[in-house]
T-cell receptor
């Protein structure tokens, strides 16, 4: 049972480039979400989904897009990377239990 | 808007001493509250959660937390800290009962001295 898998683990982008951070879960969870973690800021909610085809914005959605075409996958797209998007990104999933399962994170550097 | 405040950025506790980490929340309805722990270089692990009912909740690793609606607080406690408890602790309030769509506090780093 892999849980929540994020790829890649590390990525360096140039300013203006686009990319997709992948998140997949094999627990058949309806709920998924994306966070970014910056020093001294805790984790901040970017986007979340309550099921396939349904997404909503979190605290810091600007510059990011998401879609949820399947229950298993919830990719996060950076449209035009900026240095301010340098961060560690975490994906999480949950069933209706109140416990979120987090991936191991993607460390993104934008230069 | 929902928010969570953790007033203490860094706390140092002697091994074997008791611990209390503070958390205050702002939420219009009945909150779903959580404490997560993150060890260095690791992902996040759920310690405990509060949805309703008994205001004193027990979690893993000997942690407990008490929900006080009148004070908008959800403080985390442990009677005797172990060196392995050194980590960063996050309080969070959920936008949904599933526990994802979490609004986190900025975290409290716990150091344990011998």
């Amino acid at each position: 049972n892999a849980g929540v898998t994020q790829t890649p683990k590390f990525q360096v982008l140039k300013t203006g480039q686009s990319m997709t951070l992948q998140c997949a879960q094999d627990m058949n969870h309806e709920y998924m979400s994306w966070y970014r973690q910056d020093p001294g800021m805790g984790l901040r909610l970017i986007h979340y989904s309550v099921g396939a085809g349904i997404t909503d914005q979190g605290e810091v959605p600007n510059g990011y897009n998401v879609s949820r075409s399947t229950t298993e996958d919830f990719p996060l797209r950076l449209l035009s990377a900026a240095p301010s998007q340098t961060s560690v990104y975490f994906c999480a999933s949950s069933y209706f239990t109140g416990q979120a399962f987090f991936g191991q994170g993607t460390r993104l550097t934008v230069v | 808007a929902q928010s969570v405040t953790q007033p203490d950025i860094h706390i140092t506790v002697s091994e074997g001493a008791s611990l209390e980490l503070r958390c205050n929340y702002s939420y219009g309805a009945t909150p779903y509250l959580f404490w997560y722990v993150q060890s260095p270089g690791q992902g996040l692990q759920l310690l405990l959660k509060y949805f309703s009912g008994d205001t004193l909740v027990q979690g893993i690793k000997g942690f407990e937390a008490e929900f006080k609606r009148s004070q908008s607080s959800f403080n985390l406690r442990k009677p005797s800290v172990h060196w392995s408890d050194a980590a960063e602790y996050f309080c969070a309030v959920a936008l949904n009962q599933a526990g994802t769509a979490l609004i986190f506090g900025k975290g409290t780093t716990l150091s344990v001295s011998s």
